[in-house]
């Protein structure tokens, strides 16, 4: 875009700065000089594609599972919620508006991208352009002041385990049959999480998946952890694993609930706050068209 360019030679003690879309009065000429101009906008960068893509109905009552890898994406039987939630790193509570069905409609997805080596970052982000295309998915970001909790550490200080091993990198990919959770990764059951050098901010994020809010890490606790937690789920925790699926019970029903447990078995306390949150706002979406 072409922009307009206006100078004005006046003596040095009657210039003054002119500023784009404002009235200027310059002193002592009783002159106003109006500038107005268009600023050049910057197009978004269009977000990478999948080069095949098939979405059909999902079956009411099969097993739910999603992600994406090995260039590809494959999500059976999950809602479009969910999947936003996924795609843009989120969960369901922050995804608004829209019709019922959003939440409640379920689909079968396989994708794959031209480049079978994408990374899943750009995978995620080839699952937005798919929305936006065959779910003719229109939408805009907000932040808003909402409930949250924060994690602190509790009166007496943190009892959670130091990893031995701070510097190996996460391990990625599924671990060994019967072994726990690799390096670098949470396993969630219906009242447990165990995890194995972990950052507090991957287990704050872990828990935002479980309660009705965001949980934000302010311990100010550095460094990687092993953790163990065990609860009796209470009324408001979310009963669905990240996919969808039912978990599992929890072995013992007459044990602390996840507030309580924190506390007691970790040395850390969730506080309910106020912050800022991210939210999806969905200005359009409609049903996908058949393959």
Same mark, same amino acid.
């Given at each position: 875009?072409k922009? $307009? $360019?206006l100078e004005? =030679? +006046?003596?040095?003690?009657?210039?003054?700065?002119i500023?784009?879309g404002?009235y200027? &009065?310059? /002193?002592?000429?009783?002159?106003? *000089?109006?500038?107005?101009f268009?600023?050049?906008q910057?197009?978004?960068?269009?977000l990478?594609?999948?080069?095949? /893509?098939?979405?059909?109905? @999902? $079956?009411?009552?099969a097993?739910t599972?999603?992600?994406?890898?090995?260039?590809?994406?494959?999500?059976?039987? *999950?809602?479009?919620k969910?999947l936003?939630?996924?795609?843009?790193?989120?969960?369901?509570y922050?995804?608004?508006?829209?019709?019922?069905?959003?939440?409640?409609?379920?689909f079968?997805?396989?994708? &794959?991208?031209?480049?079978?080596?994408?990374?899943p970052?750009?995978?995620?982000l080839m699952?937005q352009?798919?929305?936006?295309?065959? !779910? $003719?998915?229109v939408?805009?970001?907000?932040?808003r002041?909402?409930n949250?909790y924060?994690?602190?550490?509790?009166?007496?200080?943190?009892?959670?385990? =130091?990893? +031995?091993?701070?510097?190996?990198?996460?391990?990625?990919g599924?671990?060994a049959?019967g072994a726990?959770?690799?390096?670098?990764?949470?396993?969630? @059951?219906?009242?447990s999480?165990i995890?194995?050098?972990v950052?507090?901010?991957?287990? /704050?994020?872990?828990?935002?998946?479980?309660?009705?809010r965001?949980?934000?890490?302010?311990?100010?606790?550095?460094?990687? !952890?092993?953790?163990?937690l065990?609860?009796?789920p209470d009324v408001g925790?979310?009963?669905l694993?990240p996919?969808?699926?039912?978990?599992?019970?929890?072995?013992?029903?007459?044990?602390p609930?996840?507030? @309580?447990a924190?506390?007691?078995?970790?040395?850390l306390?969730?506080e309910?706050?106020?912050?800022? =949150?991210?939210?999806?706002?969905?200005?359009? =979406?409609?049903?996908?068209?058949?393959?």
């Amino acid at each position: 875009m072409k922009l $307009k $360019k206006l100078e004005l =030679v +006046l003596p040095r003690t009657e210039r003054s700065r002119i500023t784009s879309g404002m009235y200027v &009065k310059l /002193a002592g000429v009783g002159l106003v *000089v109006v500038v107005s101009f268009a600023l050049a906008q910057t197009e978004p960068a269009a977000l990478p594609e999948f080069e095949v /893509a098939s979405i059909k109905p @999902g $079956k009411p009552g099969a097993r739910t599972t999603f992600g994406v890898g090995n260039g590809g994406a494959s999500e059976v039987n *999950v809602t479009l919620k969910a999947l936003l939630a996924f795609a843009y790193r989120l969960q369901e509570y922050q995804i608004l508006n829209g019709p019922g069905w959003v939440g409640s409609d379920r689909f079968n997805i396989e994708a &794959k991208a031209a480049d079978r080596n994408a990374d899943p970052d750009q995978l995620r982000l080839m699952l937005q352009s798919l929305f936006a295309d065959r !779910f $003719k998915l229109v939408l805009h970001r907000e932040t808003r002041q909402s409930n949250i909790y924060v994690l602190v550490t509790a009166k007496g200080g943190p009892r959670i385990r =130091v990893s +031995l091993d701070q510097i190996s990198p996460t391990v990625n990919g599924p671990s060994a049959p019967g072994a726990g959770p690799n390096r670098g990764v949470m396993r969630m @059951g219906g009242g447990s999480v165990i995890g194995n050098a972990v950052p507090l901010s991957l287990f /704050a994020s872990l828990l935002s998946q479980r309660l009705d809010r965001p949980v934000v890490d302010k311990t100010n606790l550095t460094g990687r !952890f092993d953790i163990q937690l065990q609860w009796t789920p209470d009324v408001g925790e979310n009963p669905l694993s990240p996919s969808g699926d039912p978990l599992p019970p929890p072995t013992d029903i007459s044990g602390p609930s996840i507030f @309580g447990a924190i506390q007691e078995q970790l040395g850390l306390k969730l506080e309910a706050a106020r912050g800022p =949150v991210e939210v999806l706002i969905l200005d359009q =979406v409609e049903k996908p068209s058949g393959n």
